[in-house]
């Protein structure tokens, strides 16, 4: 069965550090890649994901992915943080076929930026 | 353009009542997905609806149940409510296009927290 983890439950930055958010997948074949983004009370939104091609994806709000098959991750980076990047945020992948297209989450990584 | 909407907000039910929660998708998109996100757990996929039917499900029991009416909105049911069913639930819109990718555009909604006591 497919999983997504997500090893870091809780991170901490300054404001203006770089931020890496881990994420591992195991599947069995190659999936879609998925970085969503929650803020309290809301839905989740969009960051960027990676169908094919290139393997450093760009993403909105300055987020940047890079899918990395040999070690089954794909994981979300920023070079600066800012304060408003507080929020969560979780790996997903779907299926290339067969599948229909439902989504697998992970568990989230809670980030927390100090100023 | 207005996105995905949910009602209601926010829902405290007793343990063995039953509850429905409603979903508009975002204009355009014909196909809608429920997905549970318990408190410090990622969201989990319930089922899919398009085309008036149910056509993927999630690990979930027969408690969950769906509807899609022909304006593509959808209802998500669940019955004999557990206390283990407080969650946020979350409705997702995405269109049906040719190419699978273009499946993936998800919307999703702000959800229900539905508590249950």
């Known amino acids: 069965a497919q999983s997504v983890t997500q090893p870091d439950i809780h991170i901490t930055v300054s404001e203006g550090a770089s931020l890496e958010l881990r994420c591992n997948y195991s599947?069995?074949?190659?999936?879609?890649l998925f970085w969503y983004v929650q803020s309290p009370g809301q839905g989740l939104q969009l960051l960027l994901k990676?169908?094919?091609?290139?393997?450093l994806v760009q993403g909105i709000k300055g987020f940047e992915a890079e899918f990395k098959r040999s070690q089954s991750s794909f994981n979300l980076r920023k070079p600066s943080v800012h304060w408003s990047d507080a929020a969560e945020y979780f790996c997903?992948?779907?299926?290339?076929?067969?599948?229909?297209?439902?989504?697998?989450f992970g568990t989230g990584t809670q980030l927390k930026v100090e100023l | 353009d207005a996105g995905v909407t949910q009602s209601p907000t926010h829902l405290i039910k007793t343990r063995g009542q039953q509850v429905t929660l409603r979903c508009s998708p975002k204009?355009?998109?014909?196909?809608v997905s429920w997905y549970q996100q318990a408190l410090g757990q990622g969201p989990q996929f319930i089922f899919q609806?398009?085309?008036?039917?149910?056509?993927q499900r999630g690990n979930f029991p027969d408690r969950f149940s769906g509807h899609q009416f022909p304006n593509y909105s959808s209802e998500l049911n669940v019955n004999a409510l557990l206390l283990g069913d407080s969650a946020l639930y979350l409705c997702?819109?995405?269109?049906?296009?040719?190419?699978?990718?273009?499946?993936?555009?998800?919307?999703f909604g702000s959800g229900t927290r539905l508590t249950v006591v």
């Open positions: 997702a819109s995405s269109p049906r296009r040719p190419g699978i990718t273009a499946n993936y555009g998800y919307t």
């Open positions: 599947y069995g074949a190659t999936p879609y």
């Open positions: 990676y169908f094919s091609g290139d393997t």
């Open positions: 997903a992948v779907g299926p290339l076929t067969g599948g229909g297209n439902k989504l697998t």
């Open positions: 204009s355009g998109h014909d196909t």
């Open positions: 609806y398009y085309e008036e039917e149910e056509r």
